[in-house]
């Protein structure tokens, strides 16, 4: 792609130079056609002047007159010397008389009027004019090649200043181009100045109207770059920062182990440092779900899912340790599908029953039910543990926030997995407390279409 | 030694009540402010390890607490964030030290050692009097420049008595800095003790105040 300023000059220069050459070629034809008519004026006064002056019936009566041939030949310097020739013929064919310059043979046959010939190799217009009384005709004629010649001159006349004109228009061209583009090359020249770390928004302050629009978006996508960073460093900031309370715990613990005087204490450190692996290999697979879906697509394929068969899945591929036969499925949850991603779903589910079962007591209840009130169809998880105390409602959703009835494998990352993956399904989760009055009642809510009664079941 | 552990994870706060003892202190753990200040208010503490991310605020509003009380425990941060204006608001809040984690258990326990003898205004790491030596470190005590090998409550008993020869400390000043909690204290643990100190180092260095408690005998036997 050729420079903006390059291009724009390349136009100017072709649209003028354009524009010139149309201008001679109009002056060319015009002049032309206006010098014949003017010429062509002139041979026809100068042969009624001719005729007026020859005497009557002179030369005409005496046959044997010499012929009068009139002085004078061509005078050096001066270009459009004898451009006219001049003949006069009595009507019974003989020259009575004519000018220097003109051949001895005949301008023209016609009698009257104007008309072009060839004579002695060149080309003449001629102009017949004739005296009944008299009896003579008189032939006035112009060299065609002399009268293009005039023409010529004339245009060379008007080329000779253009010559000049023209590199000058150029130069003007080329300055007010690069004057015209200078705040785009201003803009260029700060956005290449800047180091690929300064992210600030360019001062649209003075720039015109014609680049502001391609400044604000360069402005607004430096924004969003900015977003994406920032959210991109603290994920990884908060993730490092969660790792090392776990790591120091098994650290500990493996020193304890190492220094143990005691098989008890030995066994008790290493059961410790085990608890500890698993919940930081839990953290980290809860952090690969979180970066997965925060790259995952907006929008994702919704297909109809028994409620029953996802949540077998899901419980299925539990470790036992959680105790995973506590859940009870409701007849509500065994007749109903819900039309949502699949993968989101099994996330959120899976996520939701999880915590159920950390926080729910050994001899409790994980429940799962499926309603719709109105124009919204819940899918209800509750639990017998704890609840979300007072004041912690929304800080449970937030990345990396364990409350204060925490398990010890928690990440503090599940119930932010769960709200970003229903919102890419087209979900909601609340959270309240249940009829009963204790534990906890986590609810997917999806619009009523979206969940349908199975006529199988 | 008495240490209390303000830690919100259980593995860590297992870990570092535990590795703790080894290192010959008594420590408590919580896992929460409240706790924390409820810990503060019945029980006094040789030094606290303070973690700054608890569920139900912060370490340093607890620090904040402490030192309003003009309470002068010494204080050890452990935080998982190392940004330096973190460390640098820790400390001016009041805190002795800062670590970050994941530490070493070793570390830990020096820091406490050090943190301990600044607080009361000792140079030397060591604890002597007369022909008796006893290295808060190493868990070693020499007498005459021969190793003696006491357990780990014997060491404590010693250890409280050296740091101020001549003053008594009474029978549940020394249960406080020998036990923690949950640890079960039988009604004569002290008297036991002591009378197995004695057996190694000597009847001369440890004298019974009837009623009042025991203490390291400065005057000439």
Known sequence: MISLRTRLLLILIASTSAIWLCGFAWIYVDARQETQHLLDRRLMEAARMVLSLSAPGMPASDPNLPVVVSAGGPIAGASYEHILTCQVWSFDGRLVGRSGNAPASKLTEEPTGFS??????????????????????????????????????????????????????????????????????????????????????????????EIRPLINALNGLFGKVVAAREH?????????????????????????????????????????????????????????????????????????????????????????????????????????????????????????????????????????????????????????????????????????????????????????????????????????????????????????????????? | MRILVVEDDPILLDGLTTGLTLHGMAADGVDTCEDAYAALATTTFSAIVLDLMLPDGSGIDVLRHLRLRNDATPVLLLTARDAVEDRVKGLDEGADDYLGKPFDLEEVAARLRALDRRAQGRASPKLVFQSLVLDPGSLEVTLNDKPVHLSRREFGVL???????????????????????????????????????????????????????????????
């Open chain 1, 116 to 209: 072009e010939r060839v004579v002695d190799g060149e080309i003449y217009r001629v102009y017949a004019a004739e005296d009944p009384i008299k009896r003579v005709r008189v032939l006035v004629g112009d060299n065609l090649e002399q009268r293009q010649q005039f023409v010529r001159d004339l245009v060379r006349s008007l080329l000779v200043p253009a010559a000049f004109i023209l590199p000058m228009l150029a130069l003007l061209i080329w300055i007010s181009v690069k004057q015209g583009l200078e705040p785009l090359q201003r803009a260029t020249k700060s956005l290449s100045a800047r180091g690929a770390e300064n992210l600030t928004p360019l001062d649209v302050g003075r720039s015109p109207s």
């Open chain 1, 232 to 457: 991109e460093r603290s994920f990884v900031a908060y993730a490092a920062h969660e790792m090392r309370t776990p790591l120091a715990g098994l650290k500990t613990q493996v020193q304890i182990a190492a220094q143990a005087t005691v098989p008890e204490m030995r066994k008790n450190a290493l059961c410790q440092a085990l608890k500890g692996v698993d919940r930081t290999s839990r953290l980290v697979q809860q952090l690969l779900a979180m970066s997965r879906l925060d790259a995952s697509p907006p929008r994702l394929q919704d297909q109809w899912i028994n409620l029953a068969a996802a949540f077998h899945d899901v419980t299925a591929s539990m470790s036992r340790e959680l105790l995973p036969e506590r859940v009870t499925i409701a007849a509500s949850v065994r007749n109903h599908s819900v039309a949502i991603d699949r993968e989101m779903f099994d996330l959120a589910a899976r996520n939701l029953v999880e915590n159920a079962l950390q926080l729910t007591p050994p001899d409790g209840t994980v429940r799962l039910s499926a309603t719709q009130e109105g124009q919204e169809a819940k899918i209800c998880i509750e639990d017998d543990g704890p609840g979300i105390p007072c004041g912690e409602e929304e800080l449970v959703l937030q990345r990396f926030f364990r409350g204060r009835h925490k398990s010890a494998t928690g990440s503090g990352l599940g119930l932010a997995i769960v709200t970003t993956a229903l919102d890419r399904a087209g979900a909601k989760l609340r959270l309240c407390r249940p009829g009963t009055g204790h534990g906890l009642r986590a609810e997917i809510i999806v619009s009523a279409n979206r969940l349908r009664l199975d006529d199988a079941a």
């Open chain 2, 159 to 221: 250890r409280a008595l050296m740091l101020r020869p001549g003053i008594v400390c009474s029978r549940s000043q020394l249960e406080d800095q020998l036990y923690g909690w949950q640890e079960e204290v039988g009604s004569n643990a002290v008297e036991v003790h002591i009378h197995n100190l004695r057996a190694k180092i000597g009847r001369r260095y440890i004298q019974t105040l009837r009623g009042l408690g025991y203490r390291i005998r400065i005057e000439a036997p």
